[in-house]
């Protein structure tokens, strides 16, 4: 059975549930990439960024709410070709949310007239690399770092959209 999922634009009064969805996954995925004991989870400057994308003409902010309520479970943000960030609630991980919320992003991106895509991952996420990997990403070999502190490594992956987002 497939997972049900919606998107919608976010708004400013949405960061706080934004930021709790979040958390979990980031300390729990990324504990490899950010030590909890030096680099804790960075509430304020995460949610200045994303009231700062919200604000952007240029980038897409988008809640994504379980298909069989209104409850907020992860999020997005779309600029132009690049899928920025993407993120499900810990709670809903091994559920089907997060690559429904994929497909339904990705979707939304063709809609736009994206036919090939990019993003970032942080190298030392593993867990992350294997699902985009699983969902038809590839890496390019670019790598980058970045901005939050201790500064880790990111590689970017590509996808086309021209195809189905799910494997058959």
């Known amino acids: 059975m497939t997972r049900q999922v919606s998107l919608r634009a976010m708004t400013p009064p949405d960061v706080p549930a934004v930021i709790e969805a979040q958390e979990a996954g980031a300390v729990i995925g990324l504990a490899a990439v950010f030590p909890q004991d030096e680099f804790p989870f960075p509430r304020e400057a995460i949610a200045r960024r994303w009231l700062e994308e919200i604000a952007s ?6 809640v994504v709410r379980d298909g069989d309520g ?11 070709d690049e899928l920025m960030h993407f993120g499900i609630a810990f709670e809903r991980w091994g559920t089907g949310a ?3 919320a994929h497909d339904a ?5 063709r809609s736009a007239g ?10 030392g996420n593993e867990r992350g690399r294997r699902f985009y990997e699983r969902l038809g990403w590839t890496p390019t070999g670019e790598r980058s770092l970045s901005t939050f502190a201790p500064c880790p490594e990111l590689l970017q992956y590509e996808r086309e959209l021209g195809g189905r987002t799910r494997d058959a």
């Not at 003409?57 to 988008?62: A, K, M, T, Y």
């Not at 209104?70 to 132009?80: F, H, K, Q, T, V």
């Not at 992003?105 to 991106?109: F, I, P, Q, S, T």
């Open 114 to 123: 994206v036919t090939r895509a990019w993003l970032r991952v942080f190298t």
């Open 98 to 100: 997060a690559q429904a």
């Open 57 to 62: 003409s240029d980038i897409e902010c988008l």
């Open 105 to 109: 992003v990705l979707e939304r991106m």
């Open 70 to 80: 209104d409850e907020l479970i992860g999020c997005a943000a779309l600029r132009g």
